[in-house]
């Protein structure tokens, strides 16, 4: 089982590996890819350092599984070259996602659509990840109509300048390379990627799209505002779920409960439900502040947090892996 990471330098690499080691996934080669720059450089894996190879290399390697997290361009270019030469990609970004050939995938909503032909999988947003995660025991339960959702989301979800630019500001310091266009230490920007001909901005209408998608059902009516906040450790959401049929607020919470892959943390006598700093390094759904809308019939509200580099990227493509291996499907 040869299995290539192409970016492992970056942050979301980085972590990709991390998981791997830690779900201890049986790979017998690790082919670590990055820039040029890379090439030649050691990384350390299980106590073993493996040297960064370049594209080519890795392709000529033919890997069986390759997880991406290089950029949508590195994807477009690089993907179909490894399918080409046998290689099962699972691309964490957001090139293939809405390609309707293409899988989008979160493996506790829909891995049963996998087969052995889908030589491109996509791994889905961050913030749509964990939504989904929570949302589809509840639909197949009580039918969703409509999503109304609000993030809070970490600035690791930007990258490595967008950690600096928050830690410089908080030590006074405002001189570095500005990843957002305000200060985001002790500030919220009510902006995550470029805005839409629509007034939405790319990572709402991701949100929209990617959950009909994931759920299988384009009657799911959605409208998100998603919001960056100075905070590490993982993205935070409110969300407000009107469904079809009416529900019990302790029925939905054993539900959520009982689901694989979430924990429940609601205990508001003890001012207890999640955190981002709870969440940090987990690769769990974290929801709570269950409570029905008194506004609305059949409606509810919930807050669900995760860390957004694990289980809202690293920890998911690697999950995928998991679940082709176990099936036989690579």
């Known amino acids: ?19 791997l080691e830690e779900r201890n996934f049986p790979l017998t080669e690790l082919i670590p890819v990055a820039s040029e720059k890379s090439v030649g450089k050691l990384i350390t ?6 040297p960064i190879v370049s594209m080519d290399t890795a392709i000529g390697m033919r890997p069986d599984i390759a997880l991406f997290s290089a950029g949508g361009n590195t994807s ?7 399918k080409e030469a046998g290689t099962t990609v699972i691309d964490n970004s957001s090139a293939w996602r809405m390609d309707p050939a293409i899988r989008l995938v979160v ?8 087969s052995i032909d889908d030589k491109i999988i996509a791994n889905p947003n961050c913030s749509t990840i964990q939504m989904v995660v929570a949302l589809k025991p509840l639909h197949d339960k009580y ?8 993030t809070y989301q970490s600035v690791t979800g930007t990258g490595v300048k967008a950690v600096d630019q928050m830690m410089n500001e908080r030590a006074g310091k405002f001189d570095g390379e ?4 305000h200060q985001i230490d002790l500030n919220v920007i009510p902006q995550i990627d470029v805005f839409t001909e629509n007034g939405y901005t790319k990572e709402e209408m991701k949100m929209i799209n990617e959950t009909r998608k994931i759920m299988g059902d384009d009657s799911i009516r959605l409208t998100a505002t998603t919001v960056r906040i100075p905070v590490m450790g993982g993205h935070s959401e409110s969300v407000n779920i009107e469904f079809e049929n009416d529900f019990d607020v302790t029925e939905v919470t054993s539900l959520l ?3 694989p892959g979430i924990i429940v943390v609601d205990d508001i006598a003890n001012a207890k439900y999640p955190m981002p700093k709870d969440a940090h390094e987990k690769d769990e759904v974290f929801v709570g502040r269950i409570r029905r809308d008194e506004s609305m019939p059949n409606t509810l509200n919930m807050w669900i947090v995760a860390d957004n580099l694990r289980k809202g990227a690293a920890t998911n493509a690697v999950q995928i892996a998991e679940y082709l291996l176990h099936n036989e499907l690579v």
């Open 1 to 19: 089982m040869k299995v290539a990471v192409v970016g492992a330098t970056g942050l979301v690499g980085t972590v990709m590996l991390k998981v």
């Open 45 to 50: 894996y299980k106590g073993k350092q493996f």
């Open 76 to 82: 477009l270019e690089h993907a179909p070259r490894f």
């Open 107 to 114: 493996p506790e909503v829909n891995a049963n659509t996998l």
């Open 143 to 150: 039918k969703i109509k409509r999503v109304v959702v609000s």
């Open 178 to 181: 500005m990843a957002y266009a």
């Open 257 to 259: 409960a009982k689901t």
